[in-house]
């Protein structure tokens, strides 16, 4: 059974630093790139950020780019998403997403072509 699992998330004022971290279990971790997206209330779920299964490729929003770290571990097999300078359209709940390295990166940024995903977890950044 293939668990995601996020952490990290809180309350932080505008221009402060989370950093959210993803566990995964149950899948053979370096074989699947992996994603974060975010979901605010009433709109849709966006792309934040993606790491190629070996880690030497990565993609990020515009909206988050230079400021957004996304990085793994394979060997402890977890991703980390270091944001920093977060603003208040920062909010909303992120998740965790494993995509199989077999659908290639053409629709990495694509929340449709991720195979398994955690639970959520929530950043609010205050004004």
């Known amino acids: 059974q293939v668990q995601l699992v996020e952490s990290g998330g809180g309350l932080v004022q505008t221009g402060g630093s989370l950093r959210l971290s993803c566990a995964a279990s149950?899948?053979?971790?370096?074989?699947?790139?992996m994603g974060w997206f975010r979901q605010a209330p009433g709109k849709e779920r966006e792309f934040v950020a993606a790491?190629?299964?070996?880690?030497?490729?990565?993609y990020y929003a515009d909206s988050v780019k230079d400021r957004f770290t996304i990085s793994r571990d394979n060997a402890k097999n977890t991703v980390t998403l270091q944001m920093n300078s977060l603003k208040p359209e920062d909010t909303a709940a992120y998740y965790c997403?494993?995509?199989?390295?077999?659908?290639?990166?053409?629709?990495?940024?694509?929340?449709?072509?991720?195979?398994?995903w955690g639970q959520g977890t929530q950043v609010t950044v205050s004004s």
């Open positions: 149950g899948l053979t971790f370096s074989d699947y790139t």
């Open positions: 790491i190629s299964w070996g880690g030497s490729n990565t």
């Open positions: 997403a494993a995509r199989s390295r077999r659908r290639g990166s053409l629709y990495v940024r694509l929340y449709r072509d991720y195979d398994y």
